[in-house]
């Protein structure tokens, strides 16, 4: 009983310290994607609704901290398959951050970077999956399914 408490205690101290780095991580992905071809990164953090706390351009919303956010904007209409890759970046800077991570880290510290290994993937998969969140906006999957629709459609 012991043992499943402690392994209890270290999964969820893995999901209050990982899992908002590994959002920030997501979002950052996507504004590096946004940068390269030209846009303007107005602010990164995490959260819903009205800011609870803002520094500089980050922010972090009162609700739904389970979620991240970006707010860009672009000067000219961005073609349909560079939108496509602003909302798989996210999703890609997990992978790579997780795989270099799991590939290059020292063995004697694993245990202190599995979570971070675990919640990148898992992040960068359930971001693709289409859906829209409660507050009504749409996950990255379900945006990049609406613009191959758009594709295909033209």
């Known amino acids: 009983m012991v043992v499943i408490f402690n392994n209890f205690l270290v999964y969820i101290t893995y999901f209050v ?9 997501h979002e950052f992905g996507h504004a590096i994607f946004i940068k390269i071809f030209g846009g303007k990164v107005n602010y990164i953090g995490f959260g ?4 609870w706390l803002e520094y500089k351009k980050f922010r972090i919303g009162k ?17 349909t398959q560079k939108m496509i890759l602003i909302y798989c970046g996210g999703s890609l800077i997990n992978f790579i951050s997780a795989t270099l991570i ?4 020292n063995e004697e510290w694993a245990n202190l970077y ?15 999956v289409p859906f829209k969140y409660n ?4 996950s990255d999957g379900l945006m990049i399914l609406s613009l191959i629709k758009s594709i295909v459609r033209t």
Do not use: C, H, M
Request: hydrophobic share 45%.
């Open 102 to 105: 799991w590939i290059f880290g």
């Open 48 to 51: 819903e609704g009205d800011t």
């Open 114 to 128: 599995r979570g971070f290994i675990i919640y990148s993937y898992l992040i960068g998969i359930a971001s693709l």
């Open 63 to 79: 609700n739904d901290w389970l979620t991240g956010q970006i707010n860009f904007d672009f000067e000219n209409k961005v073609p």
């Open 135 to 138: 507050s009504g906006s749409k």
């Open 17 to 25: 310290i990982y899992y908002p780095f590994v959002i920030i991580i």
